[in-house]
């Protein structure tokens, strides 16, 4: 694994009751990039995070993280891991008996022996960093759905780490809240120096904070390129969409949000693939064979 390689994931597969959910999934972050995960509801994105950050073992595969292989480490090992990356989860996931400085305050004390004064400056700098220093007195229940999301993203800055994940930071925001946290999180890259890996499916918000996307279908990484590339299939004209890859068109149509084109077909068909085995399984039924007298 190069110097610069923070994430290294390799043939990664995983099955839930049977069903593959990621199916050979191979994957490098650098140091220091934003990384954006794409893909359609179920594809397999939050599963990816979370083993990433050994939640649960994969079926196949390595997955490495600073050099440290995730799946075999015991729990020392992922314990001092866990201190150096940061989560940001779907829901926020804040303690709603606590205020925002003692949610804030709650990895440090578990992580740390600092004394209560040197915590209380570290809470204070994390809650100026996401702008919510005047509201840190408050409850999550007197706070609104993009405050949420910033205290969360405090709290997973509480112990400095190298690697943030967030897991649909905009989702449920309205396009200002949803920007400001484009902008703390390219904050983060710029000021802090941070590696981001980011699920998301605004694809303004992509755009924005992305250095490369990695695109999901079904479990299977269609491609991993920079987000020119990305940009450039986006804005391509339909007539050379005309010549491209199945992978490129099905990448194209999520990017463009294009109601017609090979996601949505490849509905259409499956949904005529399960009428026509449903008309068999009636005609196959005794109720319907002919009776003979
Ligand atoms: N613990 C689990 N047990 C069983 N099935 C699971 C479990 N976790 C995820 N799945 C299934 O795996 C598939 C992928 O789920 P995942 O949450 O990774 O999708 P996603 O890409 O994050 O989707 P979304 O965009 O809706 O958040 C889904 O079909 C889901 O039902
Ligand atoms: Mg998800």
Known sequence: ??????????????????????????????????????????????????????????????????????????????????????????????????????????????????????????VKIKLELVGLLDAADKYPSQISGGMKKRAGLARALALDPEILFYDEPSAGLDPVTSAQIDRLIVDMTQKLGVTSVVVTHEMDSAFTIADRMAMFDRGRMLAVETRDWYDRLRKSPEDEAERMSIDERLIRQFLRGDAEGPITQRRDQGALAKALLVDEAVISTPSIVPTRG
Not at 66 to 80: H, I, K, M, Q, Y
């Open 1 to 122: 694994m190069p110097a610069d390689t923070v994430i290294s994931i390799r043939d990664l597969v995983k099955s839930f009751d049977g069903r593959a959910v990621l199916s050979g999934v191979n994957l490098d972050v650098v140091r220091g990039e934003t990384m954006v995960i794409m893909g359609g509801s179920g594809s397999g994105k939050s599963t990816l995070l979370r083993l990433i950050i050994g939640s649960f073992p994969p079926d196949r595969g390595r997955i490495e993280l600073f050099g440290t292989d995730v799946v075999t480490a015991g729990r020392e090992t992922l314990d001092g891991l866990r201190r150096r990356f940061g989560i940001l989860f779907q829901s926020g996931a804040l303690f709603n008996s606590m205020t925002l400085a003692e949610n804030v305050a709650l990895p440090i004390h578990e992580h740390t022996d600092l004394d209560r004064e040197i915590i209380d400056i570290q």
